[in-house]
């Protein structure tokens, strides 16, 4: 892509171009040089137009529901008048890295919305099953227009935690499954979460769900609080009846304005594009060494000494980064 076109793509995405916003992100996702070096630069050039959402991180166990809620959680702002972005990040086959699940299918309604984009993008290896360019891809949203900005991340466990370096408010679904769902959350994931959403509190399982609800009222009372001034909430939600999704937007918004008045989201972002700095050379010094040519001379057969219990990784890696890769008798 020539200068001329990042500029087009430039002016597409600021224009909330929905087909530019798509290839905009297609760019980003890209692992080609050429295609990182264009995608650098119409970042830069939208980095301008970006910050001005609310980033929210939406995880939890499967079977939670986590597509019903967001579909109508989303259909419930777009009603109210925001632009919602949605950046689903999939399970990927080992096989073929491809996408496994289908947001679009899953949540046919909002696809349809006109005031909401939905992006699935594959997990691949990272970690946490937040896709490397879902920093950028967020960004991209505000530039576009986007006032609300979703980030649902695979499921919850250690790894999850990665989440929190993208967004501003965390929420946190849970069935009404009471402690049998309790036991499955680690303590790391409810210290970060900003609210806690029971999902399917209707019908028969009503009752579970408000027990499962003062189950984690109880658990958060005894975390830290996150955030100064400002404790965790729980709010029991019906996708299907749409009772409580009003409920969950307004404590979103609560904890986006406590965060804001009092300096707290500026700080909170300033420590997320710190860690992304980090993420970034990691990831380039990574690539930089597999591209070695010692790396790759020596590379395979650490490797097979390695499996073969030969040479101990840590030995194998110390030759390797050294610059060598002879083994030691």
Request: charged residues 20%; negative net charge; glycine residues 10%.
């Amino acid at each position: 892509m020539v200068a001329g076109d990042v500029q087009e793509l430039v002016d597409g995405v600021r224009a909330g171009d929905r087909r530019a916003l798509a290839r905009a992100i297609t760019l980003v996702e890209s692992t080609r040089p050429d295609h990182r070096r264009d995608a650098t630069a119409a970042l830069d050039a939208l980095l301008p137009a970006t910050g001005t959402s609310v980033r929210i991180g939406i995880s939890g166990p499967p079977g939670v529901g986590k597509s019903t809620f967001i579909e109508a959680f989303g259909t419930h702002l777009t009603a109210a008048g925001h632009r919602l972005a949605v950046l689903a990040v999939d399970p990927s086959s080992a096989r073929s890295g491809g996408s496994i699940l289908g947001d679009k299918t899953r949540m046919e309604r909002l696809a349809r919305d006109p005031q909401a984009f939905i992006r699935p993008s594959p997990a691949g290896t990272e970690l946490g099953g937040v896709a490397r360019r879902t920093r950028e891809a967020l960004l991209l949203c505000e530039a576009a227009g986007f006032d609300v900005v979703i980030v649902e991340t695979v499921g919850v466990g250690q790894s999850e935690l990665a989440v929190a370096d993208l967004v501003d408010v965390f929420v946190l679904l849970a069935s009404p499954t009471g402690g049998d769902d309790l036991q499955g959350i680690k303590r790391g994931i409810m210290e970060l979460a900003d609210l806690v959403v029971v999902t399917k509190a209707d019908g028969d399982l009503a009752s579970s769900a408000n027990h499962a609800a003062a189950d984690l009222r109880r658990a958060i009372h005894l975390l830290r609080p996150k955030y100064d001034g400002i404790g965790t909430d729980t709010v029991l939600v019906s996708a299907t009846e749409g009772t409580g999704i009003e409920a969950v937007w307004t404590a979103i918004t609560a904890v986006h304005a406590h965060l804001a008045a009092t300096g707290q989201l500026a700080t909170l972002r300033a420590g997320q594009a710190k860690a992304w700095l980090w993420d970034e050379i990691r990831s380039g010094l990574l690539e930089q060494f597999r591209a070695r040519p010692a790396t790759q001379a020596a590379l395979p057969a650490l490797e097979a000494a390695v499996v073969a219990g030969d040479v101990s990784p840590t030995v194998a890696a110390q030759q390797l980064l050294g610059g060598g890769g002879t083994i030691a008798p």
